[in-house]
């Protein structure tokens, strides 16, 4: 039951489905679309190990704080705090007139502070953050792009071809920069993100045989 | 210390900030750059200018905030296109941010289309964008290939309500539209591995008419999808952003950055030649 | 823009300076602005699941549409949740196995079909022998075009290969393969490097949207809080530059 019945699962439903592919009978189409709709629900509970584990390291953190009597409290406080603070409002909207906590329908998602929170906290917090990466993209263009061998010379002469492709400001090198790069994003590079995509196919359709024919265990975990 | 041995253990924080203020000169320079279009985005443009009155156009906009420079202005540009055009919009949001950035983009276009304009020498008048008869929000659901896989059978298996939640057979745009065949165009807008789930188990299966547009990260590894024929058009990053503005004649964010793109481009290849000169100099003198 | 909003933006434009304070070097501003987003966006995304998923895919098919079939995948789900428990942890791998069993199910014949067939067709094209060179400076449709994607394709696999040694000939091919490989990382680097900057710029464009809303006296919700919330932000930054310019030198000298 432990370690058999799960196998047993993956190999039922994996071949159900590669069966289901070529076979378009109403029956099957049913059944497909009925395992389709369970398997998303099971799904996003799933999602919710993650919410859960988030909350509870958050709050180990904070009770071995009081304990051992230093300040590492703050910033788990600052992220449960956050945590609450929209999902509050993200429950509270008003329906026929009447405000309130609603569980079972969207009126929290109109809620103007949960709105707030999204447009004024997530979006500069998180394009913030990904922003930093133009500085590193520099600072790594600096002190790592060299040109030792061939293959990194190739590189690099692709790479400024590309980047040269739209500047107006290189005279009479401009369109000859543009139709350079036309020519490597269609031909060479084309060739090579091919047989990169092939490759994968291969992996992801090997990996996958594995993990019907229970091969591949790693899902499993220990015991 | 030589000059150049001096150059190689710069502090960084030298470069942040010589990079930090290149860009911000140039934003406040106020000029613009022309823009060359690629047929990979003229393509795009050409499709929805080709589509009937009418038609359905599904737009996937599953991006989070991180990507919201390249591809929100993307979004703005093909969204009012598709209104003006009198498109009905399906949209789904299939990344965990997503919902909050359509919402975005809604809230403005709609807004924007409040106002008569002219693109392209033709006049444009206000026009009411209306929740349910012009275009329609699924929301999110997490698993994005059982979803596109789950829509192609039909809509409401995986979106029985949209995001405010109405039932889909209660709003007028939905009546008569079960799945993908009733999608005259499909543009997914995203900059994670949802690309590939649209391609793999979306136009694979249900041969759509489908175009991506994409963070300039990913763009270039799409593009055997392009010469196969499974996508019609790639936008990738913001130049496939300002390229979109360009033929929409709408000019937006992309346009209003790619004159900060040239010059910080500029600077990031004089570091690479200053490195590498450095670089040399220093193994000649190694080897001497 | 009314005074909230104008509030409500200025505190985003607080969020933004604390993260790119991070690239002088860690300190509290940054640490509150990264531990608040996780904490609001793990809050948004119960919101949304909860709002988007679970109530109209699960409780409102139990509760409201009375269709007690239901209760079979909630269950099942909830048997994900014995994954905390060491006795009864074994229960979550039967939900988890039928999840992986129909995912690995639906990729075997959908990848094969997307990343390989179609890919495998567009492969063998014909090669047009009538415009070998092509009509003008590299031509993306002249033939010698055709068979670089083809010998690159070709060679980028060989190069994968790893079941063989890269030797003799089989090894030059594999070698021409790595080559056509760097030539589509640069070209993937370039765009990376458009991608990148293009985030900066956003940040920038926003920053400016804020700074004009400030002076904007001619918005029916003006109010002098909008130019003393930009000269004190502005003012703040420029004295922890000033305090942290002065620790510099203090050290370089102590140091010399």
Known sequence: MKQQLPIALVFIFGLFMVFQYFVPHETSEEAYEFLLDWIVIIGIFALGLGIWSLIKVNWDKIAEARRNNTREWFYPCVTMAGLLMIIIPGFYGTKDGVSGFYFLSSEGLQNSFFRQLFNYIIVPAQSTMFALLAFYIASAAYRAFRARNILSTLLLGAALIVMLRFNPYIGPLSPIFADMANWLLNVPNLAAKRAIVIGIGLGVVATAMKVVLGIERGYMGKG | MTLFDKMMTLDRRWIFLFLAVVCFITYYGKFQIPIPVNSEVRSVYNKIESLPEGSIVFLGIDYDPSSQAELHPMTYAIMEHCFRRKLGVLTAALSQNGPGMAEQVFMDVVDSMKLPREYNGVEYPARDIVKGVDYVFLGYKPYFSLIILG?????????????????????????????????????????????????????????????????????????????????????????????????????????????????????????????????????????? | MDLTTFLWTTFGIYLTISIFSFLYKDNPFYKFTEHLFVGVSAGYFVIILWHNSLAPNLFNKIITDHVWLYFVPGIAGLMMFTRFSKKYSWISRWPLAAYIGISAGLAIPLEMSARVNRQLYASMANISWDNFWGPGFLNTTAGFSDIIVLVGALAGLIYFFFSKAHTGTFGAIAKLGLWILMIGFGTSFGFTVMARISLFINRIQSMETWRVASFNTANEHYSMIFPLAFYGILLLVLAYAIVQFIKFMKERASAA
């Not at chain 2, 829509?151 to 889909?168: E, S």
């Not at chain 2, 079960?178 to 136009?203: K, P």
């Not at chain 2, 979109?244 to 346009?255: H, S, V």
Request: aromatic share 14%; with cysteine.
């Open chain 2, 151 to 288: 829509m192609g059978q039909n809509f409401r298996i995986p979106f029985p309500a949209d995001y405010y939640g109405t039932p889909l057979d209660s709003i007028p745009m939905m009546q008569g539209v079960n799945n993908y065949d009733q999608v005259a165009f499909v543009c997914d807008l995203t900059s994670g591995n949802i690309a590939d789930a649209w391609i793999s188990y979306g136009q694979s299966r249900f041969n759509f008419d489908m175009a991506l547009g994409l963070t300039g990260v990913m763009a270039a590894d799409y593009y055997p999808f392009l010469n196969s024929g499974q996508l019609i058009g790639i936008m990738g990053g913001l130049f496939g952003a300002a390229q979109y503005e360009q033929l929409a004649d709408n000019a937006g964010l992309a346009k209003d950055g790619m004159r900060v793109q040239v010059f910080a481009h500029l600077v990031i290849i004089l570091f690479i030649i200053i490195a590498n000169v450095g670089f040399f100099m220093s193994r000649r003198k190694q080897g001497n």
